[in-house]
């Protein structure tokens, strides 16, 4: 069985997008033939006028940056950093914990505080 490559969506959704405009195919026939329904080829469509091909390309799921870490929690974070000293975020966590009742992994707070890695 062979699985789905990024190449292969990014095609199918653009044929289903080029049945509609180039074939006048009418936007319920060319959803149901290529198996989505209708709102999905209208989200289909808004991503292709948005980026172009890029914007049929299936999107990273979940949250896009950090979620619990920001306002007042982040700044309070800051505020404790000495420059030159290693981040000390077990201890963070700790402390944020005691001031905010809210429960933060240290690793998050070591993204926030140094920036997120891009490469994997």
Partial sequence: MRTSSSHDIVQVKYEMLR???????PVSVAAGAYGVSRPTYYQTKAGFE????????????????????RGQALAF????????EPVRARELA??????????IHPRTIER?????KTSR
């Fill in 112 to 116: 926030a505080v140094v920036g997120k």
């Fill in 94 to 103: 700790k402390l944020v914990q005691q001031k905010f009742d809210l429960n």
């Fill in 19 to 25: 049945r509609v405009s180039v074939e006048n195919a």
């Fill in 50 to 69: 948005r980026a172009g091909l890029a914007g049929l390309a299936p999107q990273k799921r979940g949250p896009r940056g950090p979620h619990k870490l």
């Fill in 77 to 84: 974070i800051q505020q404790q950093l000495v420059a030159g």
